[in-house]
């Protein structure tokens, strides 16, 4: 059973930043394609970045493209997400799991960003 745990998150001003990171405990998660994801208020959930088991290949959501950079660690079994000029509209509760969603979702840690 992967636990997922999600940290970092806060209330930043509107061009701040935020680091995330999730850890995943239970399995290695070296050969698994990981993905953060988020869900703003009352909107569906949406992938934002992913990153391969190698880490040689990133994708990200065009919104925040140029402004958020997906990294990992495999050997801490952590993956981290920097979140550089953040907007009001990345407001949301960011979650990673892998990219097809395989495992249990953590809880999650709120994003807000005040204007």
């Known amino acids: 059973q992967v636990q997922l745990v999600e940290s970092g998150g806060g209330l930043v001003q509107a061009g701040g930043s935020l680091r995330l990171s999730c850890a995943a405990s239970g399995r290695t998660f070296a050969t698994y394609t990981m993905t953060w994801f988020r869900q703003p208020p009352g909107k569906e959930r949406e992938r934002v970045a992913t990153i391969t088991w190698t880490g040689s290949n990133t994708y990200y959501l065009d919104a925040v493209k140029g402004r958020f950079t997906i990294s990992r660690d495999n050997a801490k079994n952590t993956v981290y997400l920097q979140m550089n000029s953040l907007k009001p509209e990345d407001t949301a509760v960011y979650y990673c799991?892998?990219?097809?969603?395989?495992?249990?979702w953590g809880q999650g840690t709120q994003v807000t960003v005040s204007s």
């Open positions: 799991n892998t990219w097809g969603s395989s495992w249990s």
